[in-house]
């Protein structure tokens, strides 16, 4: 079975825009496409996993979201990056009831799991929120990890306690995934990384 980097999206791979749904406004953050080509390399499955409850509360089209995300590929190309696949929740209990999908629910790490052959426990959750931490939690991931980008810094001010494994940015995060899952495990990471716990 084959591991995996789950990534949020907004935030992490790219910038965050409330509700993105124009792929003009899609910029990705600073040193992602390195950071996802270097876990290419590492034999990792790259996939998304994003809510999008803007859908749900009628802000844009379900469709938008194939438009970002064909934008994000393209932005990625230059760098030899290469997100495998985006798995997206389009609902909101407010709007639409419950799911099985929505973050912190794990439902699309599973799906992926499912997909593609994924084994949880050698994968890892990278997001701005604690609902992204919570989802790698919920489908026991190896770690779930947050990064200082998007909202990361407001979930962090927020917390009595920071979580396990805070880092800068998506880069720093595969710095640790690479210092845990690497062929040398002493290897000390960079880029800003702290493990808090």
Known sequence: MKKCCFLDRDGVVNREVDYLSDPDKAVLEAGVGSAIRRMNEMG??????????GVARGLYPESAIALVHAKIRELLAPSGARIDDFFYCPHHPDFSGPCECRKPNPGMLLAAAAKYGIDLSRSYMVG??????????????RASILVRTGYGEKTLSKLAEPPKYVVDNLAAATDLIFQMDGPDQTRAASSGVSETA
């Open 128 to 141: 701005d929120r604690v609902s992204d931490l919570t989802a790698g939690e919920r489908a026991h991931c």
């Open 44 to 53: 990792f499955y790259v996939i998304v996993v994003t809510n999008q409850s």
